[in-house]
């Protein structure tokens, strides 16, 4: 039987058919009306693929807002500023606390009319590429500053006499209001800046790849992926930095300061004790922007920052430290994989005739160009941006704490924006009149309520997919950053676990390699100190501040991720082997079994129970 007559066979569930976990009823109320599949037409016609990669857990209510903003701005570039001609933008929904996406395609009849447009437009952004870029950095850097100045403050008992003087009639009340909404303001404005140049880049990735796929039809991806893939990325330079940092402390003498790197004074003090005060500077210096740096993706206000939680960056100096003073070399092998990826540029350069080799030349420059954006930009924004806008959260939270609406500052993510936005007028107003505001009786009480249904809803692993796929995944974007194929569509659809009777997962080949070793199963940043030397780490994403590990382990295996996913593009760097997209390896393997990872096949085997 084909897979076209499987697939017609078999469907995924439909929304309404799934279970609310017990204790998760009235969910619904917690999110915003127009996430909801009740309230959108036609929701059982769509094909919906839960976009665990980038929302893997459950959404407080405030959180929310990463997803809205980032998946409407992403739309916003494909149909209304470029107009690219096959794909419109994502819709996207939440159902029981997860992000479910289908993708918009542009109907065949209007594909033709968008192209002269769309060249015009594209063309403009890769004939000043480097010109608008620099333009780019400008922008996003000075929207951090903005938002890095705003404040918010508890209202004092009276308003200072000097604004009485000046006349300025108003008060930290009118400063509340109008920071938050900045914030909010702010935070959009970047995230469209997000989009600018993204799609372009994985566009120019995309002609180049179909280009190769033409002229070589037997090309593995991974060898074109390495011939566009940039070395010197940004994204790489937080963990540069430490690797740097613990090289000096070896060259410095300073290796014993770092025997408990949890107590951050405590470890500095000691630094600066044995002489290290230069290693302190250079410690200070790379500080900003770099350890804007986050252990997840930043898509959540419980994700940990190195500039918050110094004890993270420190703990990976030391390991760093460690490594050094065992003789292994730490720093990625930039000059090989440069030669590496040269040697295959002229393997299959020399291949063509001259004709095919100019148009080789020049796909393959502007996606060498364009492409590194694509990383880049993860830090400036999910990272930087993202972690100055939950610090802003936070300090406008402790204003309500003081204030006694809730006990703790995570309790604001309990709330939608639009709530927070009352609960600030709520406190302004009991301050003004000089009677007590109803946060303080209302919302404790309903904080407990929702943190309840956010912990049962948690309890249950997101479906993967609703409703019936199309006959083919064809969607490039789809295939190549989630790595959802019609093979993974077919392994959700047969209900299999990855792991048949012969205890073979299956994924995307994402990095080339071969090894065998025991597995560490990794369900979040927050265990990534258990990671041992030699393992292969097994989760069900990675992120790009878990760089650290990478040089410590012998390959690394993923549910979610395609071609040009985080984990696939830092297993090339490091030269390991990766299969990504799996579905379920992280559910199926168990840490301590040893196992087979063939980076060249996509395939891994579980060799021991």
């Known amino acids: 039987m084909t897979i076209e007559q499987q697939r017609s066979m078999k469907s995924f569930p439909k929304p309404s058919e799934l ?13 915003p009306y127009n996430l909801a599949f009740s309230n959108s037409p036609d929701v059982d016609d769509k094909f919906w693929f839960c976009d665990s990669q980038h929302w893997p857990t459950v959404f407080k209510p405030f959180e929310t807002i990463g997803g809205e903003f980032a998946v409407k701005c992403l739309g916003q570039y494909n149909t209304r500023h470029l107009l690219i001609p096959p794909a419109n ?67 004092p008992d009276a308003v200072p006499f000097d604004d009485i003087v000046q006349g300025v009639a108003m008060d930290g009340s009118q400063e509340l209001l ?34 190769c796929k033409q002229v070589f039809p037997s090309i593995p991806d991974q060898a074109i992926a390495k011939m566009v893939q940039g070395v010197d990325m940004e994204l790489f330079r937080p963990d540069d930095e430490l690797k740097k940092l613990a090289i000096k402390a070896v060259e410095d003498g300073l290796q014993s300061a770092f025997g408990n790197t949890d107590d951050v004074e405590g470890t500095l003090r000691a630094v600066r004790e044995a002489g290290g005060e230069s290693w ?4 200070e210096a790379a500080q900003d922007p770099w350890f804007n740096f986050t252990t997840g993706n930043g898509f959540y206000g419980h994700d940990k920052y190195w500039k918050d939680h110094q004890e993270i960056p420190l703990g990976f100096i030391a390991d760093y430290i460690r ?48 492409y590194p954006y694509v990383e880049n930009h993860n830090f400036y924004i999910e990272h930087w941006t993202m972690g100055v806008f939950w610090r802003k959260v936070r300090e406008l939270s402790a204003v309500f704490v ?122 979040s940043a927050d265990q990534l100190g258990e990671v041992q030397e030699g393992e292969i780490l097994v989760a069900t994403i990675t992120a790009p501040s ?40 992280s559910t199926t393997i168990r840490t301590g079994q040893r196992i087979r990872v063939n980076g060249n096949t996509g395939r891994v085997e579980i060799l021991e129970d």
């Open 19 to 31: 279970t609310v976990p017990e204790g998760a009823e009235g969910w619904e109320e917690l999110y």
């Open 89 to 155: 933008g994502i819709e996207f929904k939440i159902h029981l606390g997860y992000l479910y996406m289908s993708p918009v395609g542009v109907p065949e009849d209007q594909m033709a009319d968008r192209v002269p447009e769309f060249e015009r437009r594209a063309g403009h952004y890769f004939q000043n590429w480097d010109t608008l870029l620099e333009s780019w950095y400008e922008k996003v850097q000075g929207t951090i500053r903005e938002m890095e100045e705003l404040e918010f403050r508890t209202l």
């Open 178 to 211: 109008d920071n938050y909404d900045k914030l909010i303001s702010l935070l959009y404005r970047n995230w469209q800046y997000h989009f600018e140049f993204l799609n372009l880049g994985y566009l120019a990735y995309l002609d180049f790849f179909g280009f």
């Open 280 to 283: 302190i500077a250079q410690y």
């Open 323 to 370: 490594r050094v003073d065992e003789g292994q070399e730490i720093m990625r092998p930039v000059e090989e994989l440069m030669a590496e990826k040269e040697r295959v540029v002229a393997e299959y350069r020399d291949l063509l005739d001259d004709e095919a080799r100019e148009q080789f030349d020049a796909k393959r420059g502007l996606a060498a160009t364009a």
């Open 402 to 523: 003081e204030a006694g609406f809730w006990h703790d500052v995570g309790d604001l993510l309990y709330l939608n924006r639009n709530e927070v936005r009352d609960a600030i007028f709520d406190l302004v107003t009991g301050w003004a009149v000089g009677a007590p505001g109803a946060g303080p009786t209302y919302w404790p009480t309903e904080i407990e309520r929702r943190r309840a249904i956010i912990d049962a809803l948690s309890t249950q692993r997101p479906q993967p997919a609703l409703n019936t796929p199309p006959e083919h995944i064809t969607e490039p974007f789809t295939m190549m950053l989630y790595g959802i194929t019609d093979e993974q569509v077919q392994q959700w659809l047969d209900g299999s676990d990855g792991g048949g009777e012969d205890g073979v997962i299956t994924g995307m080949a994402a990095s080339s390699g071969d090894v065998e070793g025991i597995a560490r199963v990794v369900h």
């Open 546 to 585: 878990w760089g650290p590990v990478f040089g410590k382990i012998r390959a690394t295996v993923t549910d979610i991720g395609g071609m040009m996913s985080h984990a696939a593009i830092v297993c090339r760097e490091y030269k390991l082997p990766a299969v990504t997209g799996t579905g379920t390896a």
